[in-house]
C-alpha cells in the first residue's frame, strides 16, 4: 500500500499571516534527494538529523525536488499538525519530543489533531 504524502491545508492548521509566517530557506546544499511537505528542517535548511532534533526550526509547506536550492517553509507564527511532521526514520520518541519542543520555542507549535 503506498502512503500519500501531507499536503499543506492538511498540515498548516493556523498561522498568524502567510507574510509573516512564512520564508524561503536556502538549502544547505542543492537538493540530493526529495522532501515531502512536512519535513523538519534547521535553520540552515538542512532535514534534521535524528540526532539534531534540537536544531528544528522550520517546517516545509512545498516539496522539495532533487536539484532544488530553496523551498518555502513555515517559520513561525503557525500552528501544524504534530502527526503529519516528517522526522528522521531513525528518530527515537524522545529525539521527536526534543524536536518539537524546538519548534515551538520558533514559533511554530506542533499539536494534535482531534
Given amino acids: 500500500m503506498e502512503t500519500q504524502s501531507p499536503v499543506l491545508s492538511d498540515l498548516l492548521l493556523a498561522e498568524v499571516l502567510p ?7 536556502a538549502l544547505a546544499a542543492a537538493a540530493t534527494a526529495e522532501a ?7 535553520s540552515a535548511g538542512a532535514a534534521v538529523s535524528a540526532s539534531g532534533t534540537a536544531n528544528a526550526a522550520a517546517v516545509l509547506i512545498e516539496r522539495i525536488e532533487t536539484g532544488d536550492t530553496e523551498a518555502l517553509a513555515v517559520a513561525r ?33 506542533p499539536r494534535a489533531v482531534l
Fill in 77 to 109: 507564527g503557525a500552528v501544524v499538525d504534530r502527526d503529519l511532521l516528517i522526522w528522521p526514520a531513525a528518530a527515537t520518541d524522545a529525539q521527536i519530543a526534543t524536536g518539537i519542543a524546538a519548534l515551538a520555542a520558533a514559533g511554530v507549535v
Fill in 36 to 42: 515531502p511537505v512536512g519535513t523538519v528542517v534547521t
Fill in 19 to 25: 507574510v509573516w509566517s512564512r520564508q524561503r530557506v
